[in-house]
């Protein structure tokens, strides 16, 4: 009953806040309440139930990256669609990560429908058109459906399909791509922690039942999406691409290091879980600046360290989170995955050292466009306001929690799980 009860505050909260509808100001309190109520309804399921459910550590993320991107959005009429559905996806991805291994892939089906309707219904005249996004949503909805009923070892594969769909792997990062840059308002924030959550909760399932040739076979391939997503973040002119292809090759060190190591560790959870809070967080830096000054490219904008400074010593903090500086989240994750005792690495780890060579000038070449560099005078710069600011405080203090915070705490949902019986196979079984 656990994904019922945390599906059950958010999707109430937000039928009660419609009432406010026409009222933007007290509709968007009301939903930054709901958001409240989902974080103590995560507690509050571990009291009543007298243990940890799956995932902890991610559940109780969830409804704070969900405030904060609620929070970090301006008060218009015009977002309150996109404030809905935050708190909507809220729901569904809460249900998704807290599930038992019999129904999440169900729940993951739910997600990815949802996500569908969503790119099916965006118009974005920027962005590239979401096609590949949606093929690759609906084969990944597909795939959780043939997950939840065929039988093994059909089940396993379907469910290793979900998992490089929502935790993206070349060339199957459309979808993952399509939401960052056509999503209205801030939802692309939280789904960038919210589809990574799913996936690994979904991969500690299927991990067991990957035979190690296939383990390999991810690893090598994981390089190539690595070098790929360097190397098309590197010439991206727009932010949000840069974004995309950039969380791309952090997301590929993630299934470079499972393949190797053959364990989803929790130090391996901790990293996921800041590499999708400094994306959604860079993401909502980047927002601020799109609500002011519209859609533009790096080379259409820049100076904004003396006009906005609020605005530049939070997205310069970020970017650093993103590079991997401590004590932020990105570092201690990637520390305690490389000095895992069980894990030796290979000589491919020099391929990882330059992927994250080329972050580090990507990352820094995006926060020196926008902030230095002499300002344009025909825009009116303004800066961050105070809800704009705290969200992205936020996400700096939530980054900072996790750099801190022992690992261990993401255990309850990384921990090795035996073979289920539906999964067994002699063909799987070496």
């Not at 405030?67 to 809460?94: C, E, K, M, Y």
């Not at 700096?396 to 750099?403: D, E, K, N, T």
Request: aromatic content about 10%; overall charge positive.
């Amino acid at each position: 009953m656990t994904p019922w009860l945390l599906l059950a505050v958010p999707f109430a909260g937000a039928l009660l806040s419609l009432l406010a509808w026409s009222r933007p100001r007290e509709f968007k309190t009301g939903l930054l309440l709901t958001t409240a109520a989902s974080f103590l309804s995560v507690i509050g399921t571990a009291l009543a139930i007298g243990r940890l459910p799956s995932g902890m550590a991610l559940l109780c993320l969830l409804p704070v990256a969900a405030f904060a991107s609620l929070l970090g959005q301006p008060l218009h009429r015009d977002n309150r669609q996109a404030w809905l559905t935050t708190v909507l996806l809220l729901g569904i991805g809460l249900a998704a990560v807290s599930a038992s291994n019999s129904s999440r892939s169900l729940w993951l089906s739910l997600l990815l429908i949802f996500l569908l309707s969503l790119l099916a219904r965006s118009r974005h005249g920027s962005a590239p058109s979401p096609t590949w996004g949606l093929a690759t949503y609906g084969a990944g909805a597909g795939a959780a459906l043939v997950s939840a009923f065929a039988p093994a070892p059909l089940s396993a594969w379907a469910g290793l399909l979900v998992s490089l769909i929502l935790i993206p792997l070349f060339p199957l990062q459309a979808g993952h791509v399509a939401c960052l840059t056509r999503l209205p308002g801030s939802l692309p924030a939280l789904l960038m922690l919210v589809l990574p959550g799913a996936g690994v909760t979904h991969l500690l399932t299927v991990l067991p039942a990957i035979p190690e040739p296939v383990r390999d076979a991810i690893g090598g391939w994981a390089l190539v999406s690595m070098v790929y997503g360097s190397v098309r973040a590197l010439a991206q002119p727009r932010p949000l691409s840069l974004l995309a292809h950039a969380s791309l090759a952090f997301f590929s060190v993630f299934w470079w290091y499972v393949a190797i190591s053959g364990i989803l560790s929790s130090q391996a959870a901790l990293f996921l879980s800041a590499v999708g809070l400094t994306t959604g967080g860079l993401y909502l830096g980047w927002y601020a600046v799109r609500v002011r000054h519209g859609d533009l490219d790096l080379r259409a904008i820049g100076g904004l360290v003396q006009p906005m400074p609020r605005f530049a010593g939070l997205f310069s903090l970020l970017a650093l989170a993103a590079l991997g500086f401590p004590p932020f989240g990105v570092f201690s994750g990637f520390i305690g995955m490389v000095l895992h005792p069980d894990v030796k690495l290979p000589g491919s780890f020099a391929l990882v050292a330059l992927a994250w060579l080329a972050a580090s000038w990507y990352f820094l070449d995006l926060m020196q466009r926008l902030l230095f560099g002499k300002p344009r005078t025909d825009l009116r710069y303004k800066d961050v306001r105070e809800t704009e600011s705290a969200a992205l405080a936020l996400l700096l203090v939530l980054l900072a929690v996790l750099g801190v915070m022992p690992s261990k705490w993401f255990d309850a949902g990384t921990t090795a799980v035996p073979v289920p019986p539906s999964l067994e196979s002699s063909a799987w079984n070496r």
